[in-house]
């Protein structure tokens, strides 16, 4: 029992580190795993639909006793690592130069099509 309250505490640990990396406001966990789907690498998916599934059991004391808490231990445990690891600075950085490197290929794109029409009219 004493490690499945471990793994509860863990579990809201992690909600709370997607809300602060990911951006994912959710009042459970299993409906912020729906949210963060597409946001964690494939292997953490199935680590967090396991956990997902398993905490409404956590909270039956009957229930409870089926559930594997080492695995659940260690499944929550992958995830919190790595949503420690994920740079914010390095994560908005890298979209704003996505940003303007889009922005850069369109004006190149448009300058050169400019002067594809300016040359085909004859006026260069």
């Given at each position: 029992m004493a490690d499945m309250d471990n793994v509860i505490q863990r579990v809201e640990t992690v909600r709370g580190l997607m809300r602060s990396k990911l951006g994912i406001r959710a009042a459970a966990f299993p409906e912020a795993m729906g949210k963060a789907r597409h946001r964690l690498p494939r292997h953490l998916r199935s680590e967090g639909a396991a956990l997902a599934d398993a905490m409404p059991m956590?909270?039956?004391?009957?229930?409870?006793?089926?559930?594997?808490?080492?695995?659940?231990?260690?499944?929550?445990?992958?995830?919190?690592?790595?949503?420690?690891?994920?740079?914010?600075?390095?994560?908005?950085?890298?979209?704003?130069?996505?940003?303007?490197?889009?922005?850069?290929?369109?004006?190149?794109?448009?300058a050169a099509l400019l002067f594809a029409v300016l040359r085909w009219r004859g006026l260069i």
């Open positions: 956590a909270h039956h004391p009957k229930l409870r006793m089926t559930l594997d808490a080492e695995r659940l231990g260690k499944a929550a445990g992958a995830l919190e690592t790595h949503l420690k690891s994920i740079d914010l600075a390095d994560r908005r950085k890298g979209f704003v130069l996505g940003v303007l490197g889009t922005m850069a290929f369109n004006i190149l794109l448009l």
